[in-house]
């Protein structure tokens, strides 16, 4: 039998939970520029995500790549070792510490960064349009802001206030 709900539980309305509405734009946002580019070059979000933070951060580990993405490694090192395969990345050895790989587009990569860069960004333009000058500047701040505080949280280890607590626990 599946437990009900009742009145003393929290209720959680995911519609204004805002990093459920943050997930939800983000996804909905990169399954349409996915719809784009993902027949016509056959990538996936994930593999153009790791194409776009190359095509900005050339020489990047699988691991820094995750880092700057925030995706899952497992994720990311199944997407780089696809774009490998596809003739669409280069690894090497790291110059500086020859026990680390790093990760560069190939001139396959490039000529796919090039093309779907514009488009990303006339996706960009698109969604911005809907919004005034000063709700894009006023966008801007809020998301560094939030950023920032997303950041500092996992760097802390803070946990939002909450205390969570094995059953049984004092």
Request: hydrophobic share 40%; aromatic share 4%.
């Amino acid at each position: 039998m599946v437990p009900k709900a009742t009145s003393a539980d929290p209720a959680l309305d995911l519609e204004r939970f805002l990093p459920y509405r943050l997930s939800i734009l983000s996804n909905t946002i990169s399954q349409a520029i996915a719809g784009v580019y993902g027949e016509r070059f056959n990538l996936n979000v994930t593999q153009w995500r790791v194409i776009a933070v190359l095509g900005r951060y050339p020489n990047l580990s699988a691991v820094d790549v995750a880092e700057r993405t925030k995706m899952d490694k497992v994720a990311i090192s199944r997407a780089v070792n696809d774009l490998i395969a596809g003739g669409r990345l280069d690894r090497s050895v790291d110059k500086s510490d020859r026990r680390r790989s790093v990760l560069c587009l190939s001139n396959h990569g490039w000529d796919v960064y090039r093309e779907i860069a514009p488009l990303a960004l006339a996706c960009e333009a698109r969604l911005k349009s809907s919004l005034t000058a000063s709700e894009c500047d006023a966008l801007e701040r809020i998301l560094d802001k939030l950023t920032t505080a997303g950041v500092a949280l996992l760097l802390t280890g803070e946990d939002l206030g909450m205390q969570i607590r094995c059953p049984g626990a004092r």
